[in-house]
Nanobody
Framework: QVQLVESGGGLVQAGGSLRLSCAAS????????MGWFRQAPGKEREFVAG????????YYADSVKGRFTISRDKAKNTVYLQMNSLKPEDTAVYYC????????????????WGQGTQVTVSS
């Protein structure tokens, strides 16, 4: 089992920044690739960003490329999502997730999920 706990969400004005954190515990963190997803009210969950086990590869949704950065700290068992130039359309509950195999972009590939953290961007 892997337990994931997100933090860092909140209310921010358009153009502002937030950094989300996801602390992992349980099985060896480095065994898992990690991803961030989000779900806005009335919309399906969507992929935001992913990072490989070694952090050598990162993946982003087109909607956040150039604005968001995913990273991981092996020593702290934590994955981060730095979000800059936030837009109102970024408003959603953000979830981190851990996967052992499969596609970074598909939620069904992920084995463990956090409880989510709310991000609200005001215009």
């Amino acid at each position: 089992q892997v337990q994931l706990v997100e933090s860092g969400g909140g209310l921010v004005q358009a153009g502002g920044s937030l950094r989300l954190s996801c602390a992992a515990s349980g099985r060896t963190f480095s065994n898992y690739a990690m991803g961030w997803f989000r779900q806005a009210p009335g919309k399906e969950r969507e992929f935001v960003a992913g990072i490989s086990r070694s952090a050598s590869s990162t993946y982003y949704a087109d909607s956040v490329k150039g604005r968001f950065t995913i990273s991981r700290d092996k020593a702290k068992n934590t994955v981060y999502l730095q979000m800059n130039s936030l837009k109102p359309e970024d408003t959603a509950v953000y979830y981190c997730a851990a996967r052992y195999s499969g596609s970074y972009y598909s939620g069904s590939s992920y084995d463990y999920w956090g409880q989510g953290t709310q991000v609200t961007v005001s215009s």
